[in-house]
């Protein structure tokens, strides 16, 4: 999506500026979303809908366990897909993860990944479908280290075909286009590989997959969700669509995390915080985050530390120490937030 360009006049009768400065132009691409409980029975409709055959399935131990995963492969099954599963991913992925799973990827001889699980298992699949059908390092893809010197994209088959079905709320990382977050091992850096010409060709937003996720993570990575509304909202660059959707998600955030906290098998709860995660992604992918994920993806990489409860612990420091640059908007936070405006700039 562009602003568009015309001539206008104002109140006064001035004539406006007929091209958009800089700041006015802005843009917006998400792939297809399919939201609502139960729609992870389509995924294996979709995969055939592409005429995909032969899926690797990427995700976590924790996950190979919970009793959705073994109906996922079924429905894959009956359908009459080939597929093999790739579940050694750990928390706070790391490139290790990354090669291991090209390496499954190649030699099962796979045309497309599924991947169903939190943030880590979501971003080593990406990574993976960033690399697997080429020739270049994960590292050649670190866009917001080096934007110009971006592989360029030669082939329909240049990436491999991607299906997201996130588990937690969250990351938001099936809404963040190719972005992903891998630790390099050589360096113990999160680093950030990611290409815009590449989209998931659909996520599956299911509700109801996240009955089972323990309290302490339901906190955790519903605060995640929240801490990149509130940065991508603080963060001055020009977005007006993601401002919009950035208060949506802390609405939706303030309403629901602490009822999807405390009675995991609320399903509205659980459907509007994955809403709020998954928007939110849409306007941190546009608008950037801030300071406390600078922070918080070295506390990861070095402590291993999960990514959520270090924002959860970053958020409030870091809001008082840009206080005087975001007041205003801090005053609007504070107000969805349900908290008096003098407590919110403490
Ligand atoms: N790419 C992005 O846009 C983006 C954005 C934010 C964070 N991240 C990255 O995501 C990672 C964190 O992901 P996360 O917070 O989703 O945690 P996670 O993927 O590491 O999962 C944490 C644990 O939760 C368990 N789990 C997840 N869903 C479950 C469910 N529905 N039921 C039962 N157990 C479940 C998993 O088995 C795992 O043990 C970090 O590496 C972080 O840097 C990526
Ligand atoms: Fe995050």
């Known amino acids: 999506m562009t ?18 400065t800089n700041q006015q ?59 093999s599963v790739f579940s050694a991913v750990r928390g706070n992925p790391t490139s290790v993860n990354v090669s291991d799973c090209t390496s499954a990827f190649r030699q099962q001889n796979c045309d497309a990944i599924v991947t169903i699980g939190g943030g880590s298992a979501i971003d080593v699949a990406k990574a993976v479908s960033l690399t697997a059908n080429n020739d270049h390092s994960l590292w050649d893809f670190c866009f917001f280290e080096d934007p110009d010197n971006l592989p360029a994209v030669t082939g329909s088959h240049f990436f491999v075909p991607l299906l997201i079905i996130p588990i937690t709320a969250g990351t938001g990382s099936e809404l963040s286009g190719s972005s992903c977050v891998i630790t390099d091992v050589d360096t113990h850096r999160k680093r950030v590989p ?58 939706l955030c303030a309403r629901w995390l602490e009822k999807s906290v405390n009675n995991g098998s609320d ?24 300071t406390v994920h600078s922070l918080a993806h070295a506390i990861g990489a070095l402590f291993d530390t999960h990514h959520g409860l270090a924002n959860a612990v970053l958020l409030p420091y870091v809001l008082a120490f840009n206080r005087a640059a975001i007041e205003e908007k ?14 919110a700039l403490q």
């Open 194 to 251: 990611y290409h815009p010409d590449h989209f998931p060709f659909a996520v599956i937003d299911d509700p109801q997959l996240l009955a089972g996720l323990p309290q302490n993570l339901t906190a955790w990575t519903g605060m995640d969700a929240l801490t990149h509304a509130i940065e991508a909202y603080s963060a001055p660059s020009y977005h007006p669509m993601s401002d919009g959707i950035a208060l949506e998600s802390i609405r």
């Open 3 to 20: 602003s568009s360009v015309h001539t206008t006049a104002n109140e006064t009768g001035n004539e406006l500026a007929s091209e958009p």
């Open 25 to 83: 132009v802005w843009n917006c691409y998400v792939p297809p979303v399919h939201f609502g409980p139960g729609t992870v029975f389509k995924a294996s409709e979709l995969l055939a809908e592409q005429n995909l055959q032969n899926i690797l399935v990427v995700t976590d131990p924790g996950i190979v366990a919970q009793p959705f995963f073994a109906e996922l492969t079924d429905s894959l099954q009956q359908q009459g897909l080939t597929f």
């Open 330 to 343: 801090l005053t609007t936070i504070a107000s969805l937030l349900n908290l008096p405006k003098k407590m």
């Open 267 to 290: 399903l509205q709860a659980r459907s509007e915080m994955m809403a709020a995660s998954s928007i939110a992604a849409v306007a941190f992918s546009a608008k950037g985050l801030g």
